[in-house]
């Protein structure tokens, strides 16, 4: 009876060692708002609306673009596009988001970048208003700029 004792008693500390530590472990960062809606312009290539959606943890941070607006204009390979997305800050400069992430599309599929990866500071505010979507596809640039500001508004990081 003595053993169970000190075994449920050694269960019992563990448990509240490990419910103190998830008290004092540190708060998910997060980005708000989670995504934001963009009317783009690309050229010869068309446009129309996009869905930027942002993801945060600690200085690391992913956008993806979504567009059922702007369609692949042949056959892709996944992870065949090479991307830059720049976003201005609000206190001055630029970020970008760079990667090689993207589905197989056919032709005609609209098109998604990303995750693309990015390094921000808390309280960074980001916009793709005076921005720009650079993809590069078999040597060919497309470069995609937003016709005004997103909406709800920009990201803001934690």
């Known amino acids: 009876m003595r053993r169970m004792r000190i075994g449920a008693g050694a269960a019992l500390a563990a448990g509240t060692l490990a419910v103190t530590g998830l008290a004092f472990a540190p708060a998910a960062l997060a980005v708000a708002p989670g995504s934001a809606?963009?009317?783009a312009d690309c050229g010869s290539f068309g446009g129309g609306e996009a869905t930027l959606t942002a993801t945060q943890d600690g200085t690391a941070a992913t956008i993806t673009v979504n567009s059922s607006a702007i369609t692949a204009p042949i056959a892709l390979g996944e992870d065949s596009i090479s991307s830059t997305l720049t976003l201005?800050?609000?206190?001055?400069?630029?970020?970008?988001?760079?990667?090689t992430e993207n589905p197989a599309m056919a032709a005609g599929d609209p098109v998604q970048v990303g995750p693309l990866s990015g390094t921000v500071a808390s309280g960074d505010s980001l916009e793709a208003f005076g921005g720009s979507l650079t993809m590069t596809v078999f040597g060919i640039?497309?470069?995609?700029?937003?016709?005004?500001?997103?909406?709800p508004g920009p990201f803001v990081f934690d």
């Open 37 to 39: 809606t963009i009317t």
């Open 141 to 151: 640039t497309i470069t995609c700029t937003a016709t005004g500001p997103q909406s």
């Open 88 to 99: 201005v800050k609000a206190s001055g400069g630029t970020t970008a988001f760079t990667g």
